[in-house]
């Protein structure tokens, strides 16, 4: 017997949860999108998976959610030899790497980092790279990477703009000189009292004065327009100018005296006795002696002294 069928059958719909999501940087196997189906997940070569590698299509005619992500296994390029030009510096990233050129060298061919030449600094028009305000005559040098710039005696810094203070060297002028700074050199010059000589060799004075012997000299300076004087040891008497001068051609004036020692001439003649006197000059001393018959009496000697001259000084 044949049942009749309602006209409203009951019928289903099965849960389709369409396209499952994309994962980026990996690929996904879905046979079936429907209510329970599951979708496998992988990673594109060179990447690592991270998390739940499937979802399942719910009952909500949803996937479950996507739990999983890929990384990239980073190589390090920077590591191995030739990544970047040798004039180039080389920057891992992720998945890759980077080349440029370092300061002073440029990619010729526009593929940074591959072919890095030296630039040249110099070749540019009114030379850029060595100007300053100044103005000062300079060259510029290409070197490799880099370049130099030369500049004139008594300037240095990149770009020629600072003076050398030469001043600060002690040796720079001669003995005695004043140095004195300029922008891009100096100057010497001999200082008052010391006239002589070359100021980049050395100024003099006059020096140590003459040593004469029996003569006292005081000398407080040695400079230009100094005076010494002269004075003769005890015993001695002075003839003639008694100083020196220190004069602008870095000598002593002409000494023009001398020291004579004192002569105190014939001694005393003593009555009735006899003086055996060898010499009259300062310190020298006569002995007395009685003739037979006689006595002695007081000292039997005198000296010549420094108090005066002939028969006084005695
Ligand atoms: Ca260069
Ligand atoms: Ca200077």
Redesign the pocket.
């Known amino acids: 017997m044949v049942t009749a069928h309602s006209a409203t059958q009951p019928s289903t719909t099965l849960y389709d949860c369409q396209d499952p999501p994309v994962l980026q940087n990996g690929f996904r196997n879905a046979i079936s999108t429907t209510y329970n189906a599951t979708v496998i997940y992988s990673c594109n070569n060179g990447y690592t998976m991270f998390g739940e590698s499937s979802i399942t299509c719910l009952d909500t005619g949803n996937w479950s959610e996507l739990l999983v992500n890929c990384t990239i296994n980073d190589i390090d390029e920077c590591l191995k030899r030739n990544t970047c030009h040798y004039n180039a510096n080389c920057t891992n990233t992720d998945g890759s790497f980077k080349c440029e050129c370092q300061n002073?060298y440029r990619d010729q061919v526009g593929v940074g980092g591959q072919r890095c030449a030296?630039?040249?600094?110099?070749a540019f028009d009114g030379d850029f790279f060595c100007m300053h305000a100044l103005n000062q005559t300079r060259v510029c040098v290409?070197?490799?990477?880099?370049?130099v710039c030369v500049c004139n005696k008594g300037l240095t810094g990149s770009k020629c703009e600072t003076d050398i203070i030469e001043c600060n060297d002690t040796t720079t002028c001669g003995p005695h000189a004043d140095c004195t700074n300029t922008h891009g050199g100096y100057s010497c010059a001999c200082p008052d009292g010391y006239p002589q000589g070359n100021s980049y060799l050395g100024c003099f004075d006059c020096q140590d004065p003459p040593v004469l012997q029996n003569v006292f000299r005081n000398a407080t300076s040695t400079t230009y327009n100094a005076t010494v004087i002269y004075s003769c040891n005890n015993g001695y008497t002075m003839f003639g100018e008694n100083c020196i001068t220190c004069l602008d051609t870095g000598n002593w004036s002409d000494m023009l005296f001398n020291c004579v020692i004192k002569d105190c001439q014939n001694p005393p003649v003593l009555q009735d006795g006899y003086q055996n006197a060898t010499s009259t000059t300062y310190n020298s001393t006569v002995i007395y002696s009685c003739k037979p018959g006689y006595r002695m009496i007081g000292d039997n000697s005198i000296t010549c002294l420094n108090t005066g001259t002939g028969a006084n000084c005695w």
């Open positions: 002073g030296d630039v040249d600094e110099c290409n070197i490799d990477g880099g370049y």
